[in-house]
């Protein structure tokens, strides 16, 4: 069964404390790892599409990475503006979009 | 400005009262979705389309309706909307295998 499954489900951290986001997927034929950002009550905000196990995009204190069976989002010395909830997803061969349940993140100042 | 938008952005009615989400996109995008979101259930699709006059059910199609006569244009229908249907909902749009871009998201109660 096609899968998303993001861990941890909340992470409390310190402003400046780096941490990691996981996202493990069970896609078959991978069309591309997506991750967005989504404030409270505001659409998901796309931040970047990894295609290829190896594969890594930054943005600002974002880092994403892509291994074949799963994908991190790393954060450098995060800031409170950087609170938010972090969803990942992946296409399926039926050209589904599989979203994750999400990591809500807290940085705290 | 390249964007989704979606209206109305808050609604408040009643149960079987007939209503009409609309969704628009100026991107010339062929996919075309609309999700749910509700606490601690996160993201479910409840219809998307391919392109144009192709549309298929999601996760919880259930009680919605959907047409897409037009490119940019996917409205949500409700023909008798019930309590559960209580949620935040988000249209999205996108090249085929590409990133979604969302609307800014429709708060619907029903009473």
């Known amino acids: 069964e096609d899968q998303v499954t993001q861990s941890p489900e909340a992470l409390r951290l310190q402003e400046g404390e780096s941490s990691s986001l996981n996202c493990s997927y069970t896609?078959?034929?991978?069309?591309?790892l997506f991750w967005y950002r989504q404030d409270p009550g505001k659409g998901p905000e796309f931040l970047f599409t990894l295609y290829s196990a190896g594969e890594e995009k930054e943005k600002e204190r974002l880092k994403a990475t892509l291994t074949k069976k799963e994908s991190f989002l790393h954060i450098t010395a995060p800031k409170p503006e950087d609170s938010a909830t972090y969803l990942c997803a992946s296409y399926n061969q039926g050209g589904k979009l599989i979203f994750g349940q999400g990591t809500e993140l807290s940085v705290k100042p | 400005e390249a964007q989704v938008t979606q209206n109305p952005r808050y609604l408040i009615t009643v149960t079987g009262k007939k209503l009409t989400v609309t969704c628009s996109q100026n991107?010339?995008?062929?996919?075309m979705s609309w999700y749910r979101q509700d606490p601690g259930l996160g993201l479910r699709q409840i219809y998307y389309?391919?392109?144009?006059?192709?549309?298929d059910k999601g996760d919880v199609p259930e009680g919605y309706k959907v047409s897409r006569k037009e490119k940019r244009n996917f409205p949500l229908i409700l023909e008798s909307p019930s309590p559960n249907q209580t949620s935040l909902y988000f249209c999205?749009?996108?090249?085929?295998?590409?990133?979604?871009?969302f609307g800014p998201g429709t708060r619907l109660t029903v009473t």
């Open positions: 991107m010339n995008h062929e996919y």
């Open positions: 389309s391919m392109n144009v006059e192709v549309t």
């Open positions: 896609v078959s034929g991978l069309r591309g």
């Open positions: 999205a749009s996108s090249h085929r295998g590409s990133e979604q871009y």
